[in-house]
């Protein structure tokens, strides 16, 4: 008798285990809807005049092997004011997702900053501000001083300390750190 | 049972005739689970006045018994008193087996007899009830920490993973009540899903011989059990319940068995978790608190010769993960590292915010066992397990409250074990196993997956056999061997694709290409043998020496094979590679035991060499829209580790004792000439313990910590452009903290409410000094110093 109890419960165990089911669909590719891929920054003259573009694309992301493709401006004139725009968008989505807007709903999470380094002469003042009347920078004017050469970071910060002094105590993550070499002539 | 045995006792009582009576009864008086020997059993003939006790080797014999069956009755303090019948034929031999079952009740513990040894070859580390109870608010990497070889790899002060003479995660096998835990352990940042309040005993083996449980343990096997519950009619539990400062929260625990004389019983426990946000020395470390819901349910019924057993856990956690060790990239990075204190501090919180992890984990087993008087115990267990684990980045948008990650693994397994009956010395453990895995990756995190979805399925078998050549000479050898298919589909970054080569050397494998992916179904196979060979030899009054040898294969896990992107709490770019092959690992391990009232120690050097091994490292910096991020990649190599744990334990005075440890290793990668990244740094650790039992059964200790700077690592520093001063800059992520010294104090002093009823307080000081320090094995040692002082309250009721 004990035994027979023994063998069913066995062979339950083993009906349990062999109903596995095994369904061998192929799973659903995932698109990355956080990623940011193309940063595209539009630089026209206050004065009128032809617009300069800059363009960073990192088509396969941040976690792709592929270098990204930086289109750098022509040069920029000694003592000209440009009235700056900043586009944000994923292009791995078709069509592209444009995330600026994305960033301006949540002004208060983010805040673009712009840090000229070597030989290079800008000024820079933000132009638009979140709900707080913090900095927000998606457009900004820039001023070309003395000519000379050296390179221009577009920061884009998520969660910084607001307000705050610039980069080195604005904290949050960076989602954006691109960096375009720059002359003025 | 026991009216049963009187009834028989009854009956044949009447039975006794007179007649020619010289003749004997004589034999020994066994454990019906392991055939030793029983010391001081009573055996009582019924009828007549002769009771006998046992002897030193467990014989016994009677005179002047007639040709005639008699009813013996024997007993045993801790045994369960049978009757058995007799027929006496001239000089008659018989053994009698017992149950020797526990006495958990009052706290009377019978050492070695509760839980069997896992391995017969390799000094096992065990801590019980009383030690775990003292962690019963930790995590059993707490609670491990205790023994000397073991340290913790730890995310903050949430996570903790234990690190056996060096290595971890899937390297170290988990077996909970009998079931070999698949919680997702490939990763560094995930912690065992084990409520430490759950279990009743906690073994340590450190190799890979306990070959019951696999073949892949490189680094060692964790056991942890259950209490076992006494087969006697008995309603008890316990309460327990830590509060602490330091986070500002507390644990509170609870646990009720009823058993009864007839071998049912059922249990229920339940544990809970909420802390805020703990303190380092200077500051809060933000969103670091956790909350933790666990619940455990058994039934079962337990007889001489048949038993079951069904059981069901729950394993419930969301963690806090310290907020500013989220960052974006290396530029973040260098800030995070040349500021002193965590770049976000925030005010004191219960909440758990984003980053964190959400983990649930369902362990369901059914486990019945059948001994066969000529074939031995035959045991067979069904288990399923379910791990579902989110993970919680800081997002934009509409995906702000969604998890990055969301991983399902499902995990059925069949075993099938057989302890065959010891014959001429000889005894052998025989088993197989089966199981089934799915891994499931929920698209609709919207962030590709980490992980990819799999079906795996493996069938194992193992033999081990023992000979004992006499009472103090024992050899064990053993053989394993497992076989594991794994049916993947993984989607892969075409520009990654095409990068790594892929498209050519694993263009059959694609199934659909996609606008920027691939979509590949990789079929793998691996062969895994394992054994073991080892040999325990007693010596001198109170010496053992134990050698081993084992070998132990472990199949790559999904994040060695398949990892293809960024790590977020890491801050890097991880790349795994499809080509490994499985990790062979030879450890040497001699001990040296000593064991005795005044002075005890163990010595346990040991040697590992692996070969392909699988490390992980920096291998490039790679410019992206988001800045630079270092790329780590796994590759194989031949490894080596090194080292040697010591414990030793003397008594001082009557109530003095003191404990010390040491823990030394050391690794290195063989193929480059470097060390090891995250080696433990050598740690010494000693005891005061005050002990007096005649009041209340005080106890108060004082422990000293010391874990020195590790001076051998491999260099992975790199340099990263910084925008603000237009150039580049080092960073250091190689160089270990300083060394730190730790103190803590413990102590506990015991009330008897009633005769059943014990109530213990206890007061606890982590950290006496409060001491600033950070610890090279936790990877958040950038960020932050570790928790400082707390004080700890424990209270605990058994009834």
């Known amino acids: 008798m004990k035994n027979v109890k023994f063998l069913t419960v066995l062979l339950l165990v083993g009906i349990l285990f062999t109903a596995c089911s095994n369904d061998d669909d192929a799973p659903i590719p995932v698109d990355e809807e956080e990623v940011i891929t193309t940063l595209t920054v539009k630089l026209i003259p206050s004065g009128g005049g032809s617009e300069i573009s800059m363009v960073y694309r990192d088509l396969d992301g941040p976690d792709g092997p592929n270098d990204p493709v930086i289109t750098p401006s022509s040069g920029l004139s000694t003592g000209v004011t440009y009235n700056g725009t900043i586009r944000v968008e994923n292009e791995t989505e078709s069509p592209a997702e444009n995330i600026t807007e994305e960033v301006e709903e949540e002004d208060l999470e983010h805040q673009f900053f712009y840090t000229p380094g070597g030989g290079l002469d800008v000024t820079t003042t933000y132009s638009n501000f979140d709900s707080d009347g913090n900095p927000l920078g998606t457009q900004f004017t820039l001023t070309a001083g003395a000519a000379g050469s050296g390179t221009l970071t577009f920061t884009l910060r998520h969660e910084p300390t607001k307000p705050n002094s610039g980069l080195s105590d604005a904290g949050g993550e960076t989602d954006i750190s691109a960096t375009f070499n720059v002359t003025v002539q | 049972m026991r009216y049963y045995a009187i009834m028989v006792l009854l009956l044949c009582s009447t039975l006794t005739h007179s007649q020619n009576c010289d003749y004997s009864l004589s034999g020994s008086v066994l454990d019906l689970h392991d055939g030793q020997i029983l010391v001081g059993a009573t055996l009582i003939i019924a009828g007549t006045d002769q009771a006998v006790q046992t002897d030193i080797d467990g014989k016994f014999s009677f005179s002047n018994l007639c040709n005639d069956t008699y009813s013996v009755q024997v007993s045993h303090p801790f045994c369960r008193t049978e009757g058995f019948t007799v027929k006496i034929f001239g000089k008659t031999r018989r053994s009698f087996k017992l149950e020797h079952h526990v006495e958990e009740l009052n706290q009377i513990t019978i050492e070695g007899k509760a839980f069997s040894n896992k391995s017969k070859t390799i000094l096992e580390n065990t801590l019980n009830s009383d030690v775990l109870e003292r962690y019963s608010n930790g995590s059993i990497g707490d609670a491990l920490n205790n023994l000397s070889g073991v340290s913790s790899l730890n995310t903050g002060n949430t996570v903790m993973k234990p690190l056996i003479n060096g290595l971890h995660s899937s390297r170290v096998v988990i077996i909970n009540n009998g079931v070999r835990m698949e919680d997702q352990e490939w990763g560094a940042e995930h912690a065992p899903n084990i409520d430490i309040n759950a279990i009743g005993n906690l073994t340590l083996i450190k190799g890979a011989s306990a070959l019951k449980y696999g073949g892949d343990a490189v680094g060692g096997v964790i056991i942890a059990e259950v209490a076992k519950v006494p087969v006697k009619d008995s309603l008890y539990g316990k309460s327990l319940m830590t509060m602490s400062n330091n986070g500002r929260g507390a644990s509170l625990t609870a646990q009720l068995t009823k058993s009864y004389q007839n071998g049912w019983y059922a249990k229920i426990q339940g544990t809970l ?464 903290p300083d060394a730190y010294h730790l103190l803590n104090f413990n102590s506990s002093i015991e009330f008897k409410t009633t005769k059943n009823k014990t109530f213990v307080v206890g007061l606890e000081i982590k950290n006496l000094l409060n001491t600033s320090y950070r610890n090279y094995l936790n990877r958040f040692r950038y960020y932050a110093d570790d928790l400082g002082r707390n004080f700890l309250i424990n209270l605990k009721f058994n009834y």
């Open chain 2, 273 to 736: 978790k909420r802390y805020g946000d703990f303190k380092a020395p200077n500051y809060i470390l933000s969103n670091t608190g956790f909350f933790e819901r666990n619940l455990s349910l058994g039934i079962g019924l337990n007889r001489f010769n048949y038993g079951f057993e069904a059981y069901y856990s729950l394993f419930k956690n969301d963690i806090g993960i310290l907020r500013a060790s989220h960052l974006g990239g290396a530029q973040d990075q260098v800030l995070a590292i040349e500021s002193n204190v965590p770049l976000i501090i925030n005010d004191f919180t219960y909440d758990i915010d984003e980053p964190k992890q959400n983990v649930t984990h369902h362990l369901a087993k059914i486990k019945g066992f059948k001994r066969f008087d000529n074939l031995g115990e035959l045991e067979i267990q069904y288990d399923f397990q379910r791990n579902n684990r989110l993970e919680f980045d800081i997002r934009r948008g509409d995906d702000k409250n969604k998890a990055s990650l969301d991983l399902q693994l499902d995990t059925h397994t069949l075993l099938l074990d057989l302890d065959v009956k010891a014959i001429n010395k000889i005894s052998l453990k025989t088993g197989l196993m089966a199981s089934y895995q799915k891994n499931i990756a929920n698209p609709e995190t919207g962030v590709r997956r980490l992980i990819p979805d799999y079906d795996m399925y493996t069938i194992g078998t193992y033999g081990i056999a023992n000979f004992k050549f006499n009472e103090r000479w024992l050899l064990e050898v053993g053989g394993r061997f497992d076989y594991t298919y794994m049916n993947v589909f993984k989607f892969y970054r075409s520009s990654f694709w095409e990068s790594r080569n892929y498209d050519v050397i694993f263009s059959d494998i694609v199934v659909e290409e996609l606008n920027n992916q691939v979509l590949t179904n990789p079929q793998l196979n691996f062969y895994n043998g394992s054994g073991t060979l080892g040999s325990t030899y007693s010596f001198g009054k109170d010496y053992q020496l134990f050698v081993n040898y084992s070998i132990a294969s472990r199949t790559p896990n999904p994040s060695d094979l398949f990892s293809e992107g960024l790590h977020h709490s890491a801050s890097r770019i991880e790349i795994g590679d499809l080509r490994f092959n499985s990790e062979i690992g030879h450890k040497l391990m001699f001990s040296l035991n000593k064991r005795s009232e005044v002075f005890s120690y163990t010595i346990n050097p040991y040697i590992n060499v692996i070969s392909d091994f699988i490390v992980i490292e920096p291998t490039d910096v790679r410019q992206t829209i988001r800045g630079n991020f270092q790329v780590w990649e796994y590759r194989q190599t031949n490894a080596k580790l090194i080292g040697i744990d010591v414990d030793a334990s003397y008594s001082i005075s009557e109530n003095f004792i003191y404990n010390g440890q040491l823990s030394l290793v050391k690794g290195y990668d063989r193929t480059r000439n470097e060390p090891l990244i995250n080696m433990p740094p050598v740690q010494i650790k000693n005891e005061i313990v005050f002990q007096k039992y005649s009041f209340n059964n005080l106890r108060m200790s004082l422990e000293s910590e010391y874990n020195f700077k590790q001076n051998e690592y491999p260099d992975n520093n790199f340099e990263v452009f910084i925008p603000e001063i237009g150039t580049t800059k080092l960073v250091d992520v190689s160089t270990p």
